[in-house]
């Protein structure tokens, strides 16, 4: 049984930056592609990116060159800096591990609200 925990969220000035992190158990971290989606007050959840077991990164266009996911495999954690926040990156984000197995696991959300 994998569990992620997600860190990081809070209250930020719009233009404003921070740094969500999800640390996963057991030992299969390093050959899973992580993601972080996020979900909005009555919005669906969508991706926000992702990274795979090699690096390869790919963003959702409304985040691309302000977000960017890394990966640290000794830590068992992904990372996702985040900057120049806007008022609609307010959602709660979430990391999903996608397992060689095809399995996916899901973390309990952090809240990240943009606001001034």
């Known amino acids: 049984q994998v569990q992620l925990v997600e860190s990081g969220g809070g209250l930020v000035q719009p233009g404003g930056s921070l740094r969500l992190s999800c640390t996963a158990s057991g030992s299969i971290f390093s050959g899973s592609t992580m993601r972080w989606y996020r979900q909005g007050s009555g919005n669906e959840r969508e991706l926000v990116a992702g990274?795979?077991?090699?690096?390869?990164?790919n963003y959702a266009d409304t985040v691309k060159g302000r977000f960017t996911i890394t990966r640290d495999n000794a830590l068992n954690s992904v990372f996702l800096q985040m900057d120049n926040l806007k008022v609609e990156d307010t959602a709660v984000y979430y990391c999903k591990l996608v397992a060689p197995s095809s399995y996916v696991y899901w973390g309990q959300g952090t809240q990240v609200t943009v606001s001034s």
């Open positions: 990274i795979t077991t090699s690096g390869r990164t």
